[in-house]
């Protein structure tokens, strides 16, 4: 039996003072696909209103009516005082009860035996760049990024390969990097078909390739122009060809390609225990003029560009249907430096300027919401730089004055910390000038920010999000010093802070790997670089949870397994507390919740099979009367 839930039902709810509920979509369409290889180069945009899915098979919902209790498990709240309680219980999508108040109120209808289960609140990644990750065209496997070693990236191609439509791409792109996998390459043409070859495969690395294909990709490519792609025997795809190929995918996806692309992107993240997303938008044209067409994709691009007014649009499609099922806060990115042709510095920053005029900080709803500017306002430049260090400086200064939260993404390095100072000392004038203490400004990274500078922060009210993929670049420094972030002097000074993979070009989703690096300082190659500057794994946990919630802006309603905050948490495969370092970065939920709504679901602690993509075993209404 299956059941749909209907939005306007929830409305009526929603003004008679319950919590809004959402039936959860998952698309599976293979109707909406088109076939790519014979379709026509009709850019994205020209295709905005497309309907729902022909198809979609709705997999995972809320009862409507009941709690839903856990028992037996080590939940572990990250409340004042790290209570980890046994039960808790789940009721309009709120935390109804923790402890044995969740045992004692409420009904035992929909009770799941946890079996000693580990518990936490849903992660918050407080530094990402979800939104690409939810436009990739083709049938995308982000999963690549948790391979260890070749065959494991051709394993997780091949298990794609089953629900991808004949003539559709398999893509893979973005954090798979050589570096994570034990050969130090990527896979080759002929071990690509091995895994995959009745459909095209197509690899990309990072920003800007360099790509791989198979022999079905290879002819496809072999077979486009406007600009042509080579491509070699071996199915390397180098130099600018990458990003050339990466522009004939996109202009042939549609809109519903773009629907199915978010809503993998949000699969993936709730299978990493990831339930709020907060994007730092990408690398946008600042080009000036107002006509959407001159934003689309073009040829030059790499993966971290995309049209920064359209992009959103699918996520924002599948929210207003009530699809969308992993939170995602926004920030916007502002790419304008000083431009010449504009004129003095009253006449720069227009796009900046717009936004603090026509935008409203804080609109959305519990799904999708604006926060404010991040992670920047404007290219940083130094005084040595004199247009470009005014134009950054107006820019902090435009959003002081519109009372808007603000970021600004600077590491320093071990032995300089200047570029931090700039920062710090700007706003500290900002804040006499504006008083900036109530909107939690935030500097990205702060890898290197001293003791003193973190205090000076903190006083203005501003918080930190370290970045956790530094295991993935970072090499031990010739001087002995930490590569950075510093995480224990960081700790140490009592500012609040969040923990972040900066994925989804650079660096993975994945943040079980963020808090592995954090725990150790170890590097993906297994050399300590972070000497000194490791902190505990509660601290990492709390900094991926209750301090990314601050970070954010939410740790009013998210962050903690806490009476009446939003019933976003994640059942753990191993307890993170007790396994050993190099199983750490191997955790996976097992059942993922976003507003008391399961959202993954390995089928272990109910014993059941994955619903991920199983649409001939529709949602039973039996399956939640598991017991002990
Ligand atoms: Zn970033």
Same mark, same amino acid.
């Given at each position: 039996m299956t059941r749909k839930i209907d939005r306007r039902a929830e409305d009526e709810q929603d003004e008679g003072g319950r919590f809004s509920r959402r039936g959860l979509l998952v698309g599976g369409s293979a109707a909406a696909a088109a076939a790519i290889l014979s379709a026509s180069s009709t850019p994205a945009a020209a295709q905005p209103t497309a309907g729902p899915p022909a198809a979609a098979t709705e997999r995972r919902w809320h009862p409507d009516d009941d709690d839903i209790l856990l028992v037996n498990g080590r939940i572990h709240t990250m409340d004042d005082h790290d209570t980890v309680?046994?039960?808790? =219980?789940?009721?309009?999508? =709120?935390?109804?009860?923790?402890?044995? %108040?969740?045992?004692?109120?409420?009904?035992?209808?929909?009770?799941?035996?946890?079996? @000693?289960?580990?518990?936490? #609140?849903?992660?918050?990644?407080?530094?990402?760049? !979800?939104?690409?990750?939810?436009?990739? #065209? @083709?049938?995308?496997?982000?999963?690549? %990024?948790?391979?260890? /070693?070749?065959?494991?990236?051709?394993?997780?191609?091949?298990? =794609?390969?089953?629900?991808? #439509?004949?003539?559709?791409?398999?893509?893979?792109?973005?954090?798979?990097?050589?570096?994570m996998f034990a050969e130090q390459r990527l896979p080759t043409r002929a071990e690509i078909d091995s895994a995959v070859s009745d459909r095209p495969v197509f690899l990309y690395q990072n920003f800007n390739g360099p790509a791989r294909v198979n022999t079905l990709g290879k002819q496809f490519f072999e077979s486009v122009s406007n600009p042509a792609v080579a491509v070699a025997d071996d199915g390397s795809i180098v130099g600018d060809a990458a990003n050339y190929a990466l522009y004939h995918l996109r202009i042939r996806q549609t809109f519903e390609d773009q629907r199915r692309s978010a809503l993998d992107a949000m699969a993936y993240s709730a299978k990493l225990g990831i339930t709020l997303n907060y994007d730092q938008v990408l690398f946008a044209t600042p080009n000036g003029t107002l006509d959407p067409s001159a934003y689309e994709t073009q040829p030059g691009d790499g993966l971290r560009k995309l049209n920064h007014y359209r992009m959103y649009d699918p996520y924002l499609s599948l929210n207003r249907e009530g699809s969308a099922y992993v939170r995602l806060w926004i920030n916007f990115l502002h790419q304008q430096g000083f431009i010449p042709a504009l004129g003095g510095l009253d006449k720069q920053l227009p796009e900046l300027k717009e936004r603090l005029?026509?935008?409203?900080?804080?609109? @959305? /709803?519990? !799904?999708? =919401?604006?926060?404010?500017?991040?992670?920047?306002?404007?290219?940083?430049?130094?005084?040595?730089?004199?247009? @470009?260090?005014?134009?950054?400086?107006?820019?902090?200064?435009?959003?002081a004055q519109a009372g808007w939260h603000n970021e600004n993404a600077i590491p320093g390095t071990p032995t300089d910390q200047s570029q931090i100072e700039q920062v710090v000392s700007t706003w500290e004038a900002l804040d006499a000038e504006f008083g900036i203490r109530h909107l939690r400004w935030g500097l990205q990274h702060a890898d290197h920010a001293t003791p003193n500078q973190l205090a000076r922060l903190k006083a203005i009210g501003a918080g930190v999000s370290l970045s956790g993929f530094r295991w993935l670049s970072g090499t031990p420094r010739a001087d002995g010093l930490p590569f950075g972030p510093m995480f224990r002097q960081i700790h140490d000074s009592g500012i609040p802070y969040g923990l972040h993979e900066d994925g989804v070009h650079i660096a993975p989703h994945n943040p079980w790997f963020a808090m592995h690096y954090a725990t150790t300082g170890l590097n993906v190659l297994g050399q300590q670089i972070n000497p000194g500057q490791q902190i505990s794994r509660t601290d990492a946990l709390r900094a991926y949870t209750r301090g990314a919630a601050w970070f954010v802006g939410v740790d009013d309603r998210l962050g903690s397994i806490e009476k009446g905050k939003h019933a976003d948490l994640v059942v753990l495969d191993k307890d993170y507390f007790s396994v050993s370092d190099a199983e750490m970065r191997d955790i996976r939920p097992v059942l993922s919740f976003v507003d008391g709504g399961i959202v993954h679901d390995t089928g272990v602690v109910r014993g059941r099979r994955d619903w991920a993509h199983d649409s001939d075993h529709p949602y039973d209404e039996s399956w939640w009367r598991v017991q002990a």
């Open positions: 309680v046994s039960a808790v =219980r789940l009721s309009g999508g =709120r935390i109804a009860a923790v402890g044995r %108040e969740a045992q004692t109120s409420g009904s035992s209808k929909n009770r799941i035996d946890l079996r @000693g289960r580990t518990v936490v #609140p849903g992660l918050i990644e407080s530094h990402t760049h !979800f939104v690409s990750l939810a436009n990739r #065209p @083709g049938y995308h496997v982000a999963e690549w %990024e948790l391979a260890k /070693d070749v065959a494991g990236v051709l394993a997780a191609l091949a298990a =794609r390969r089953p629900e991808v #439509p004949d003539g559709q791409f398999i893509t893979a792109m973005g954090a798979g990097t050589p570096r005029r026509n935008a409203m900080p804080g609109h @959305g /709803d519990e !799904f999708v =919401r604006i926060r404010g500017i991040g992670e920047w306002a404007a290219p940083f430049a130094t005084p040595s730089n004199a247009n @470009g260090y005014a134009v950054w400086r107006e820019a902090q200064r435009l959003v």
